[in-house]
C-alpha cells in the first residue's frame, strides 16, 4: 500500500466510523472488575457468586437465582447427576435455611440447604470454580470424599464449574459453564429489576459484562468489530501491521511452524485459537460437526494462545452419539488422554467443549517475561517432544484401534 493511500484509508478511519464509536462506548464504561483488575483472579468470582446465590444476602433477591442456577444446572445435566433429586424439587425447596460457605475444607463453594418439613430435603451442594487454572492432582475426589463423611443423610451435588464446561476427572462431578451463568445475569436484570436498587442491578450488569468481554465472549461486540474490520479493512490493517502483539507473534509463529510438519493439516484458525489435525485422525475420525469449522472435524487440536499457550485436544459439538464414542474410546487409554479419569462415568453435556488431551506449552509468566525468540525456542522444543512421543502415540492408537 502506498503512502498516500495509507493515509485516507486512516483518516476515513478516524472521521467516519460511528461503529467505532459505539465500541468505544461500551468498552470505556466504567466497571469495577476492570478497575480493581480483577476480571481472572479466581477467588473474586468465586465471592460474587457466594454472594449472588445467597438468599439472605442485600441484592433483595431472596432465593431467586440459586433457584435459578440449580434448576439450569439440572436441566442440562439431569442424565448426568447421580442423585435422587428432580428438576421440581428446586422449585418448591424451602430456602429459609441456606447456609454458603466460602473455601471450606478448601472447597470453593459449600451450599447448605436445610429447609423445615417433611417434604424438604437437606441438600450439600458443592462447587469447584476454575477460571484459569486447573485441577490438583485428586483435588476432586477429596473434596467428594469430605462432602460425603460429613453431610451423610444428605443429598448432594457436586459442580466443577469452568467457563467451557470440561469435565472433571473427579467421579460424581458434573461439569458446568460461564456462559450459563451469564445467561442467568441477563434474565436476572431483566426479570427483576424493578426489585434491584440502581447500586446491586449496576453492580451485576458489570460482573456480567466482564464474563461477555472476558470470559465466555460477547456476540454484540464482535458483530460490531466484524462490521468495522470490513468497512476499515485498510486502515486496521496498517494499524496492526504497526502494533508490537505478543500474541499475534505466537500465532505467527506457529501457522508457519505446523505446516513444516508434512503429517499435519491446518484448520480454521483464530488469533487465540490455532487449530490443526493429523492425517492419521482426519483419515479416522468422521466429520460430523456443523457447529464449529467449516471443515466439519470434530475432534481437533487447538493451541490456546491467550496469556499463556495451551495445547488440547478438543471434542467439538455435533453428534451426540459420535462424541461419546470418543469419549469411551479415549476413557480406554486414560493414561494417554490426560483429561479423562479411568474409570469415570460422566457423559458429556451437548454444551461442553471437552478436552481429552492437554499440555501446557507456555506458562502465564513465561508468556509475560519472555522475550520472543527465547518463546519460540521453547514452543518448538516442546512441540517437537509432543510431535514425536505423545502425538505419535494417539496416532498410532487411532490407526490401530478406532473402528467406525
Known amino acids: 500500500m502506498k503512502d498516500s493511500e495509507g493515509i485516507r484509508a486512516l483518516e476515513k478511519f478516524v472521521l467516519n466510523n460511528p461503529e467505532l464509536e459505539r465500541l468505544e462506548g461500551m468498552l470505556d464504561t466504567f466497571n469495577v472488575f476492570e478497575t480493581l483488575k480483577i476480571v481472572n483472579v479466581e477467588i473474586k468470582h468465586s465471592n460474587f457468586l457466594a454472594w449472588l446465590l445467597n438468599p439472605n444476602e442485600n441484592h433483595s433477591l431472596d432465593s431467586y437465582f440459586l433457584r435459578q442456577f440449580l434448576k439450569t444446572f439440572y436441566s442440562e445435566n439431569k442424565e ?7 428438576l421440581f424439587d428446586f422449585e418448591i425447596f424451602d430456602y429459609s435455611d441456606v447456609e454458603i460457605r466460602r473455601e471450606w475444607r478448601n472447597i470453593d463453594l459449600l451450599i447448605l440447604i436445610r429447609g423445615e418439613g417433611k417434604e424438604n430435603k437437606k441438600v450439600a451442594i458443592a462447587i469447584e470454580n476454575k477460571i484459569k487454572s486447573s485441577e490438583g492432582q485428586d483435588q476432586l475426589s477429596r473434596y467428594k470424599k469430605i462432602v460425603d463423611k460429613e453431610f451423610e443423610g444428605y443429598s448432594k451435588l457436586f459442580i466443577f464449574l469452568t467457563p467451557e464446561g470440561l469435565e472433571p476427572s473427579g467421579d460424581g462431578w458434573v461439569p458446568f459453564h460461564y456462559e450459563a451463568i451469564a445467561g442467568l445475569l441477563e434474565d436476572t436484570l431483566k426479570y427483576k429489576k424493578d426489585y434491584l436498587s440502581d447500586n446491586v442491578y449496576n453492580f451485576i450488569d458489570q460482573y456480567k459484562t466482564i464474563l461477555r468481554r472476558y470470559i465466555v465472549g460477547n456476540g454484540e461486540i464482535e458483530d460490531i468489530c466484524r462490521k468495522i474490520y470490513s468497512k476499515h479493512q485498510k486502515a486496521l490493517d496498517l494499524i496492526f501491521e504497526y502494533k508490537p502483539d505478543l500474541e499475534l507473534e505466537v500465532n505467527e509463529y506457529l501457522s508457519e511452524l505446523l505446516p513444516k510438519k508434512s503429517n499435519l493439516i491446518l484448520d480454521f484458525s483464530t488469533k487465540r485459537y490455532i487449530r490443526f489435525t493429523s492425517k492419521v485422525l482426519d483419515n479416522k475420525v468422521k466429520k460430523l460437526s456443523k457447529e464449529w ?7 481437533l487440536y487447538e493451541f490456546d ?15 451426540l452419539d459420535y462424541r461419546e464414542k470418543i469419549r469411551n ?17 460422566n457423559k458429556w453435556p451437548k454444551s461442553a467443549w471437552p478436552r481429552v488431551f492437554s499440555k501446557e506449552i507456555l506458562s ?7 522475550d520472543l525468540e527465547s518463546i519460540k525456542s521453547k514452543i518448538e522444543n516442546i512441540f517437537e517432544k509432543f510431535f514425536n512421543n505423545e502425538m505419535k502415540e494417539i496416532d498410532r492408537y487411532f490407526e490401530e484401534e478406532w473402528l467406525e
Request: charged share 30%; proline share 0%.
Open 305 to 319: 494462545n491467550y496469556g499463556r499457550l495451551q495445547l488440547n485436544l478438543v471434542v467439538g459439538h455435533g453428534d
Open 80 to 86: 448426568l447427576i447421580d442423585s435422587e433429586l428432580s
Open 329 to 345: 474410546f479415549c476413557l480406554n487409554r486414560s493414561d494417554l488422554f490426560n483429561t479423562i479419569k479411568k474409570g469415570s462415568n
Open 364 to 370: 502465564k509468566k513465561e508468556y509475560e517475561e519472555g
Open 293 to 299: 469449522t467449516k471443515s466439519g472435524r470434530i475432534l
